[in-house]
């Protein structure tokens, strides 16, 4: 930006002019809000699975080939506690909804963190294109449903040695204590058919587009509809080159 003042302006004169708002999110929108995946948030709540493996964010850990299920769900128990059911560091989802929020708005995200929802977006508004870490989908492709983790998540979280904090948060009183694994009962099983779990997380074509996921495609499909020929501002944030297409 030549005159970074001058182009604030003309964004926030489109935002109160606008029909409609679409706002398009990408990783680094949660990025600016504090959901860093390396780090001191990292070295926090992974430095044991750091010092053992070697890897050095929670991304690399997400695709490491641990020798047991009770570790891989120790590993990922704690990776969607912290990207989905706590709050964002900084403010930026809850300052963004203060603009749009009077506004007639729709979102489309690349992002499984729901921080838009945790923020206060109306769900009926949010379109989570590629998952959620709030949920898991059997790896049998015939059970097209996904099953909603936070129960699972806070028994494996609490069989590792996590304890409650005065504000209800998981922390870690006592590294020596803290355990790198589950027990094996713990390991998530489909309710359905007793098949292994995985998170619903777009990652190839086995990825379960359940019901909502329809239902919120058609509400973004309708909302574009019933806004055509109107003046719409499509606000794109934090988006890379990972998933530029969507």
């Not at 921080?115 to 949010?126: D, I, M, T, V």
Request: charged share 25%.
């Amino acid at each position: 930006m030549n005159n970074p003042e001058a182009e604030i302006e003309k964004l926030k004169k489109e935002i109160n002019t606008a029909e409609a708002i679409v706002i398009g999110a990408g990783a680094g929108l949660s990025t600016a809000a504090g959901f860093t995946y390396s780090g001191e948030r990292f070295e926090k709540y992974f430095f044991d699975f750091s010092e053992k493996y070697g890897f050095k964010d929670m991304y690399s850990g997400g695709f490491y080939p641990f020798p047991s299920k009770e570790e891989f769900w120790a590993y990922w128990s704690r990776y969607i506690y912290i990207n989905r059911y706590l709050e964002a560091p900084i403010p930026v989802y809850n300052n963004l909804l203060n603009l749009v929020k009077e506004k007639d708005y729709f979102v489309i995200t690349t992002n499984v963190d729901h921080c838009f929802q945790k923020a206060g977006f109306n769900k009926e508004r949010l379109f989570y294109t590629q998952g959620d870490f709030g949920l898991f989908q059997s790896i049998n492709p015939k059970i097209q449903k996904t099953y909603d983790n936070k129960e699972w998540v806070i028994k494996a979280i609490e069989a590792q040695g996590f304890l409650k904090d005065s504000n209800g948060i998981f922390q870690i009183k006592d590294r020596k204590k803290l355990k790198m694994f589950i027990p094996s009962e713990l390991i998530p099983k489909c309710p359905d058919d007793g098949s292994d779990m995985t998170t619903n997380l777009r990652a190839d074509n086995s990825f379960v587009e359940d019901e909502g996921w329809h239902k919120a495609s058609k509400n973004y499909s309708d909302f574009l509809e019933k806004h055509n020929n109107l003046h719409i501002l499509f606000l794109e944030l934090g988006v890379g080159m990972n998933t530029p297409a969507i």
